[in-house]
Nanobody, 116 residues
């Protein structure tokens, strides 16, 4: 079984930055990717960014390209989301995920609020 623990959310002004972290533990050896989704108020959960297990390939939602960067630390099995130039529309609960042979596991979510 895999567990995910997220951290790094908070309140920031428009144009500010935050860095989210998500640490995986447990049976991660059968995993092949990690990343982030978000769910804003009254909205459906949407994909934000993903990274392959090797860290060699990344994908981003169009709405965050050029502002957000996803990265992965291999030793500690941690995925990061560096968020720059934050806008009020980025306000959401951010959920990390890990994909492995048994399916997708989600973190508990961390709240990001961007004030105008």
């Amino acid at each position: 079984q895999v567990q995910l623990v997220e951290s790094g959310g908070g309140v920031v002004q428009t144009g500010g930055s935050l860095r989210l972290s998500c640490a995986a533990s447990g049976r991660t050896f059968s995993s092949f990717g990690m990343g982030w989704f978000r769910q804003g108020p009254g909205k459906e959960r949407e994909f934000v960014a993903g990274i392959t297990w090797s860290g060699m390939r990344t994908t981003y939602a169009d709405s965050v390209k050029g502002r957000f960067t996803v990265s992965k630390e291999h030793t500690e099995v941690t995925v990061f989301l560096q968020m720059n130039s934050l806008q009020p529309e980025d306000t959401a609960a951010y959920y990390c995920y890990i994909d492995h042979t048994a399916g997708r596991v989600w973190g508990q979510g961390t709240q990001v609020s961007v004030s105008s």
